[in-house]
């Protein structure tokens, strides 16, 4: 089988899948689940609907539209901003979308009026760690004129934290989204679906809270797919963290100096690096490089050190391994990694 290869277990995917909404079911939290980290991939989608999940969510439209040409019977939400030249695809391909421009929304309810079709929208509200989000005291007037608009359903708000700033979600935070969504509910006399709390951050708060406000929707991602939360990326209790794994193959094995030779000057990068002389021992080249994963995302399973990487090799200590040329190598990615690999065309992705 060539290399690089990426293998899925999607049976440890489903695992973990069962376990987060039974977790979070437990607290009355209904989970979307996030598919941009695989790339929108219908293998994975098709497993998530199957596992009990009825939203799919994407920040790509191009992902929705691809698990919607592959059949799969669910709501596709949009993760935003939404942009203003897609809308036409936006309404096409994505029932729900996240937003925090009233321009944008126009949009939407233009086109939807257009097409004969409701699409339902979701506003974010900044909660400080100032990626998107409305501002709280400007929640109100915006929603004024959402409820206006025709062909547009409000059915929730939501806040994202721990992505740009790494702001996390503690009850402080949620307890403001709770509020204003009662707030609003009054003030309008609506109704809003979904109170959305956030990410695989939220994981730590909402273990261990006792009232969860009206927080009762989660857009979770890496949590399914690695295993982990991702505040300080520990595992979940009974989560798989090896769900995918990526394969590489020994392209050189020779025994070289430790120490680059000759005059100095910028690498393939433009960066300059600092070498420590060890003598001479044993490198290998892995023939995968930047073009497919970032070398600081992976972990090997076999005891070898990682020394750097050019576009399509890696470079490695094999340390006491027996490798030998054509020897494959594997290792656990993050969620860098992860993206990466699996948006990489040149990585070959198998399903195990
Ligand atoms: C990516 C993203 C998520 C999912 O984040 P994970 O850390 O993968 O759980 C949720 N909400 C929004 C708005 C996102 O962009």
Redesign the pocket.
Known sequence: MSTPRLEIDLKKIAHNLKALIALYGAKGVSI?A?T??VCGNVAIAELLVKGGITIL?D?KIDNLKKMADGGLQCQFLL??PPKLSEVEMIVKYADIS?NTEISVIRQLSEVALAQGLIHKVIL?VENGDL??GIMPDDLKNIIELVLQLKGIELIGI?T?L??FGGIQPDQAKMELLSDLATEVEKKFDIHLQHI?G????NYQWLSNVHNRGRINH????????LGCE?LKRERIPGLFLDAFTLVSEVTELKSKPSLPYGEMGQNAFGETSEFSDSGIGWRAILGMGRQDVPCSGLTPEMKITILGGSSDHMIINPQQSSLRVGSEVRFNLN?AALLSAMTSPYVTKVNT
Do not use: D, P
Not at 198 to 201: E, L
């Open positions: 979307a996030v941009k980290v969510a920040s993760l935003g996240l974010m990626r998107e939501g994202n721990a992505c959305s956030g990410n695989s951050a989660l857009r979770i991602g890496e949590s399914i797919f991702t969620y």
